[in-house]
């Protein structure tokens, strides 16, 4: 894949562009948010279904997020090799499959198996917002990754890279 090295349209730009597409993402997010799921599965999810689509803005946006919930620098490493790494939970891990089952659902159907392990370890409120996060972190990675926004690196993580 190319990436272009300017944004097709900045995130700026699409805020003003689409206030009332970026106000109803936004709602959904809150939605889940209030939700009571760990905010660190939730950003975990995101990570790993940005990472699938590839989508630069996004995984840095919420590496960014899981550092500052203190989720340990080993968990959110290993986050593309969840599977192999064994430090996931169970609880972790079925939503991580259910997070690439749905990301990739146009490559065929959901396992039962995917939603089954699911329903042992989560509420049908805690799947319906499970789902509603990682449909929401799909639209914003079709997004952002379609008009190449900016990732937000940053800072102090690099502060001589890239600058003039």
């Known amino acids: 894949m190319v990436r272009s090295d300017q944004p097709r349209l900045d995130r700026i730009a699409y805020e003003q562009t689409a206030p009332g597409v970026v106000a109803a993402l936004r709602a959904l997010g809150k939605a889940v948010e209030d939700s009571g799921l760990e905010p660190s599965l939730v950003e975990i999810l995101k990570i790993r279904?940005?990472?699938v689509n590839v989508c630069a803005f996004c995984l840095q946006f919420h590496l960014n997020r899981v550092r500052k919930l203190g989720v340990a620098p080993a968990k959110i490493d290993l986050v593309a090799t969840w599977r192999e790494a064994g430090i996931f939970s169970q609880r972790e891990a079925v939503a991580l499959a259910w997070a690439e089952a749905l990301t990739l659902m146009a490559d065929g159907p959901i396992?039962?198996?995917?939603?089954?392990?699911l329903e042992s370890e989560f509420s049908a409120k805690e799947?319906?917002?499970?789902?509603?996060?990682?449909?929401?972190?799909?639209?914003?990675?079709?997004v952002a990754g379609g008009l190449c926004f900016?990732?937000?690196?940053?800072?102090?993580?690099?502060?001589?890279?890239?600058?003039?």
């Open 127 to 142: 799947i319906a917002f499970l789902t509603a996060a990682i449909g929401l972190i799909n639209a914003w990675n079709r």
């Open 150 to 164: 900016t990732p937000p690196i940053p800072a102090e993580r690099f502060p001589t890279e890239g600058r003039a």
């Open 49 to 51: 279904v940005s990472q």
């Open 111 to 117: 396992p039962e198996r995917a939603y089954a392990d």
